[in-house]
Every structure is written in C-alpha cells, then in structure tokens.
C-alpha cells in the first residue's frame, strides 16, 4: 500500500509533543512522510508566526500535514490524527477495538480528554514553570494540582488493563495521543511515583518501533 502513496507533509517542532503522536499514527500505518521543521518565531519563511505557515495554519501551530493524495490540509492534532485514520487506517489498526457504540465512544472520550484536559493543564505547567516572564506560584501550584488530578484519572482508567493499554484490547490512538505528552512528565517538574501504572504503560510505549520511528524523525 505504502509503495502507491505519495509522503505526507508533517510539519513540526522538535521539541513540541503534539507533531509526535501524529508521526506515530503514520508510522503504525507504514503510511510515507516527511518532516519539516519550523521555530516559533515569526520569521516569514521559517516561523510558525511567520507568512509561509500562516498559509498552512491560520492559528499558526504546529502539528500540520499536508496530503497530495487527496489535496487535505489538517491542523489541530485531533484533527490530524482523526483524518489519518479515515483515510489510511482501512483496516482498523489503530482505531477503537470493538465495534459497539460504547467502543467508539470510550475512544472518542479518551481522546477528548487528553486533547482538552489532560493536554492543556500540563502545557499551562511547563508554561508557569519554564516560560513565564515573572514567577507566579499561585498558577503554578493550580496546574501541578490539575495534571495530577489528570494522571489520577489516567491510572485509574490504566487499572482497567494492568497498565498495558488505555483502552482494554490492544494499543490505539488514544495511546499516541497521551504517550508524548506523558513522557515529558519531569520537565514538567512531575513524578509518576504515585502512579505506577502510567509508569508502566510509558515504558512499554517507549519500547515500540513505531514510537521510536516517530521520535528519530521528528527530534532527531
């Protein structure tokens, strides 16, 4: 299949965890890619800000891909992620492992709560950790307090399979969208200490060719 593809455009940050769980899907599917990097500058030919990638993202984030199979432009990394697995997973490789309304719907759910929850809460971390102009404690402490509250959930959720897989059958997309923001856990100033199960779940994650693939490619 892969042979009749033509690559897909991902463009990315190196540093960024959102372009790798897209760079995973591709991988898992052995669908064709190409990585281009950009900076967070506003430089019009190489940062996101800049006019070039205005034209591909509006909102001038990163990830987005292009496809000159069906001429699609996606960005937002749910969106990416969904388009992907509309159009190059046929065989439900990395989609829910049932087929059951409650199937779709736990995917969709966990999805939903890493891109609207558990994402944001430790990007507004590294934020008021690293990031922030002034020191400002008080929001600090509230979005420690929320991803904890957010690895929580994701343990208890991971009791459900004995730390194997988010979701009970196999490894999915859920866990490609959770796996690298997880993994950036202590630069985030947090511990999996009390939260053996997300450790486990991450360093079995960590072992898979496809992960790794994505991770070579997109940080080098």
């Known amino acids: 299949m892969a042979g009749h593809i033509k690559p897909l455009l991902l463009h990315a940050h190196s540093s960024g965890p959102n372009p790798v769980k897209v760079a995973i899907a591709l991988e898992a599917l052995h669908v064709p890619y190409t990585v281009k990097q950009w900076d967070f500058s506003d430089n019009p ?62 995917f969709e759910k966990w999805e939903y709560f890493l891109l609207s929850t558990l994402g944001p809460m430790m990007g507004q971390t590294n934020w008021f950790k690293h990031f922030n102009a002034q020191k400002n404690n008080d929001a600090l402490e509230r979005y420690t307090a929320q991803s904890y509250r957010c690895y929580d959930v994701l343990e208890g959720q991971l009791k459900r399979t004995r730390g194997e897989s ?48 994505a991770y070579h490619k997109v940080r080098g």
């Open 45 to 106: 030919n190489t940062g996101v800000k800049g006019a070039k990638f205005l034209k591909v993202n509006e909102n001038g984030r990163v990830p987005a891909i292009e496809d000159p199979n069906t001429g699609v432009v996606a960005w937002e990394s749910g969106a990416c992620m969904n388009y992907i697995r509309r159009v190059y997973d046929k065989g439900n490789i990395i989609g829910p492992s049932g087929d059951s309304a409650q199937d779709l719907v736990d």
């Open 166 to 213: 988010i979701l009970p059958g196999r490894v999915t997309a859920v866990d490609y969208h959770f796996e690298p923001w997880i993994r950036g856990y202590s630069f985030a100033g947090l511990s999996l200490y009390k939260h053996p199960l997300i450790l486990k779940w991450l360093g079995l994650m960590e072992t898979r060719e496809e992960v790794k693939e």
